[in-house]
C-alpha cells in the first residue's frame, strides 16, 4: 500500500500502487536531475475503475512538487471523432498565453501547417498533408518542451482520444531519446479496435519499458480503505463483503461506501447482504435510476450535458434542455450533491466561467447511454444547430450530425461536406471521410450524389489508395458529374490505382475514358496520362506503337501548355529508356520547361498531374549527364514538400531521387544520407509500394559503389529487397542491381540468372538504354570466364547502345567493360579511351574507377593516386582500398 494510506475520493485509486508510484517517482527524478537527459514514456493499463486517473493525479503531485510544469488532457467517449482534440487540451496551457503574432513567430516555418491543428489560425483552402501535419505538430511540441523545461505531460483515457492526437503522439513518442520530458499515458485495456488500437500501440512500442498493467485491489487492501473511510469499526465480514461485491474495483469501492455514508449503514457482518443491493444503486442501472430520482428537469441537464461532452457549461446546457436559467442553475447544484457533476480541476487547466464536468468517464457514459435513442439523436440535432449558430463552423457541428438519422436534408448534406473541407484543411482526413460517409446516407440529392462521392475519394487519395479507388469508381458509375470533374475523377482513380499497384489498371482506365471524348483538351489530358502510366510500367510488352504515336504527338508540340509540356517530358522519358540520342532528348526536356524552370501547373505540389512527371523530367536529365539540372530539380522537390509539409510518400520519393541524383555525381556519402531517410519516410507509408522499392533499391546500389557490400546484403534481407518486384518501373533497375548485388556477395549463379531477367524485361519492352539498365556490363563480366565468346558480345553491344546514346558517360562504361574483358595492350588501350570520356563526364565515381583500372592495367602509380584521391573524394572505400593495394603490392609501377 502506499505511505500514507489515502483515504480520499482522489487518492483512492492508490492503494496498492507502490510500485507504479516508484515508477513515476524514478522517472521524475530522472527528468529533473539533467536537462540533457532522454525522455521518459509511462504506459499504465487497467479496466475501468482501477485507478488510473488517480495515478495521474498522483504524478501531477509529485511532479509539481519538484518544480515541473504539468500539462494534461484526457480522451472521452463521445469526443474521438473530433481531430486534435486532445492535442489541444494538452497544450492549452501554452497556446493561450501566445499572442498570434508571437505563435506564428514561435513556430516559424510550421504556423501554416500546425496552427490550424491546434485551432491557432484558419486553415488554408488547400487539403493539408496529415503526415506534415503531425510533423509540424511535433516541430511544435519539441520546441515547448524546450522552453517549458522539466515538463511533464499527461494524457488519461487515452484509448477514446481522436486518431490524429495518437497519430501524433505515435510520432511525437519516437523523439523521445533527444527530449527531457516525462509522458504518463493511461488507458483501458479494452474499448480500442483499428487504427486506434495499432496507434496505441505505437505509442506504447516507443517506451524503454513494458507497458504497465493495473490490478484490482485485494481483499486486504479493500479491508484497509473500507475502515479508512467508514471507521476503524468496520468488522471483518463486511470488509470481505465490500470486496466480493467490487471486484477489488477501486471506483466501485469508492462509489460504494459513499453510499454506505449516505444510508447510515452500519460496517458490521449482520448489515453486509444489504451491500449488493447498495452497489447496483451507484451503478449502471442504478445510477440512472438515482438520477431519475432528482426529477425530470435534472435528468435532462443531465442528458444535454453528456450529449455536449465538453464545454458543459450552465447556459448553454439550458439552451439544449430548452429549460431556463433559473432551473438550469438549480438542475445543476443537485447534480453537483449528487456526486454527478462536479467543477473542472484547475490543476488541469483553466476552465471557463460555470463550467462543469462528470465526475468519472463511467458516469458520463452510463448518462449518455440512458437518453432513449431517438431523443438523443434529436438532441445531436439541435446540439449541432446551436454550434452552428454560435458561429463555431461546420467541423465543430460536425461531431453532432454524425448523430443524427438520416432524413434526405440537404442542409445536413451541405454542412457535412463544408465539415470534410474543414478537416482535410487541418491534416484530418479520417474526420473528413466519416463526414462524407454519413452524407451518402442522408443522402444527397441526385445532382450531388456523384459529387459526395469524388469528393470522399479525393479524401483518402493521400492516406488509402485502395479506399480511394473504389469511391472513384462508384462516383464515375453514378450521373451527375460535370465534365471537367469526371475527367479530374478518372486521372484521379489512376493515380490511386498507380500508388496500388494497379499500373495497369491504371492504363486501361484512362484509356477507355479517353476514347469516350472528343479530340480537345479534356482528350489530350487523359491520353497525356495514359502515355504516363504505359510509361512507367515494368509489366511485359507495351501497347504496340505507343512510342511512335508518342513520338507523332510530340513532334507538334512547342511547350506553349501545360498538355504540350506533359507530352513534352514523356517523349523525353520514353527516347531516354530506348536509348536514343541524349542530345536530342535534352531538347524535348528543355521545351518542357519555361525559363529553365517547371511551369505553375506542373510544379512538386501541384495535384493535376502529379509527383510522377517532373520526377520522370529530372530523372531524364539525370541520365543524359546534365546532372546539374536535375540535382536542382530534385533538391527543389525535397525543399518544396519540406516547406509543404509533405513528409509521407511524396517526400519520401523526393529524397530517394535526389539520392539517385547525388549517386550518378558521385557523391556517394550523401546519397547514403537522403537514402536512408527516403527509406526511413516510406517504411512509415508502407512496405511494398513502388516508392520503397525506389528507396532500397537506389540505397543497396549506392552502397554497392562504396563498396559496403555486406551491408548492402544485409539491408536487402531487412527489407525485403527480392522477386516479386514491382509493377511500376523503378530506378535504377531492381533486378540488376540485385544481380550485381549477389555477384558482390558472392553468389555467382543467382547473379547471372537474375541478369538474365534483367535482359528478357528489357527486351520485352525495347529499353536498350545501357545506363537504366546497365545488365550488358555487368552480365559481361560475369560470364568473362565462363563464356568469353558471349560477354564480348554484350560488351560490343553495350558500346552501341552507349555510342547510339551518345553521352560521356554512357560510353566510358561501355568502354570500361569492353578493358575488363581484355588483357594487354588492348586493355591499356580501352582502359585509357574510358578514363578520357569519363573524365568529361559528370560522374565522378565512374571517372573515379576508370583511373584505378587503368592505373592497375597500365601499372601507373600516377592514375592509381589519381583515382584513390577520387575514390576518397566519392566516399567509395572499396575502390579506394583497391587502389591503396594495387600501390602497396605492385613494385613494378610506373
Known sequence: MTEERP?????????????????????????????????????????????????????????????????????????????????????????????PEEAREYLGDWYDLAGPALGMTDPGERQADPRGVVDGLVAAARRLVEREYPLVLLVDDAHWADQETLSWLAAFARHLGDLPVLIV?????????????RLLDAVAAAARRPVTDLAALTPDATAGLTRATVGPHADAPFCREVWAVTAGNPYETVELLAKVLDTELEPVEAQAGDLRALNRSARGGGLVSRLKSLGIDATRFAWAAAVLGTGIRTGLVAELATMDE?????????????????????????????????????????????????????????????????????????????HVHPDDDGEVVGQLREAAREHLAVGAPDAARRCLERALREPPAPDIHAHVLYELGCATLLTAPATTVGRLRAALGTPGLDPATRVDAVVRLSQALMHNDQLEEAVRTVEAEAARHEPGAARLRLQAVQYLWEGIHAGEGTTPGRSERLAALAATCTGRDNAERVLLILRGFDALAHGESAEEIAELCDRALVNGRLAPGLGWTDTEWGIELPLMLATTYAHIDRLDRAEALYTEAVRTYERAGWSGGHLALAHAYLGLGLRRRGRLREAETSLREALRLAEDVGRGLPLYWTAICNLIDTLLARGHAEEAWSVAERHGFTPPYPSMIVLPDPRCVRGRLLLAVGRTDD??????????????????????????????????????????????????????????????EALRCAAALETGRRAVQLAAQAMTWLAASPCRYEHAAACVEYGIAARSATELHRGLALARSCGADGLAARATQALQTDGALN
Open 7 to 99: 483515504a480520499s475520493d482522489a487518492s483512492a485509486g492508490l492503494w496498492e500502487r507502490d510500485t507504479e508510484v516508484r515508477l513515476v517517482a524514478a522517472a521524475l527524478d530522472e527528468l529533473c536531475a539533467d536537462r540533457s537527459t532522454a525522455g521518459t514514456l509511462l504506459v499504465f493499463r487497467g479496466d475501468a475503475g482501477l485507478g488510473k486517473t488517480a495515478l495521474l493525479a498522483e504524478t501531477r503531485r509529485m511532479a509539481e512538487l519538484r518544480g515541473c510544469t504539468v500539462w494534461s488532457a484526457r480522451g472521452a467517449e463521445t469526443l474521438g471523432s473530433v481531430p486534435f482534440t486532445v492535442l489541444r487540451q494538452l497544450l492549452q496551457p501554452a497556446l493561450v498565453t501566445l499572442l
Open 185 to 197: 499515458v493511461a488507458r483501458r485495456a479494452a474499448d480500442v479496435s483499428g487504427p486506434g488500437a
Open 326 to 402: 433559473r432551473d438550469a442553475v438549480r438542475c445543476a447544484q443537485l447534480l453537483r450533491t449528487a456526486r454527478i457533476l462536479t467543477e473542472p480541476d484547475p490543476a488541469d487547466r483553466q476552465p471557463a466561467d460555470g463550467e462543469l464536468v462528470f465526475v468519472h468517464p463511467l458516469i458520463a457514459g452510463a448518462v449518455y447511454h440512458s437518453i432513449p435513442d431517438a431523443l438523443r439523436t434529436a438532441m445531436h440535432g439541435i446540439a449541432a444547430q446551436i454550434i452552428t449558430d454560435g458561429g463555431a463552423g461546420a467541423a465543430a457541428a460536425s461531431r453532432h450530425l454524425l
Open 751 to 812: 547473379g547471372i540468372n537474375e541478369l538474365e531477367a534483367a535482359a528478357k524485361a528489357a527486351a520485352l519492352r525495347g529499353h536498350r538504354n545501357p545506363l537504366m539498365a546497365p545488365w550488358a556490363v555487368d552480365l559481361a563480366r560475369a560470364l568473362a570466364g565462363r563464356d568469353p565468346a558471349r560477354a564480348a558480345r554484350l560488351a560490343a553491344d553495350a558500346r552501341r547502345q552507349a555510342e547510339r546514346l551518345g553521352t560521356d558517360t554512357a560510353i566510358g
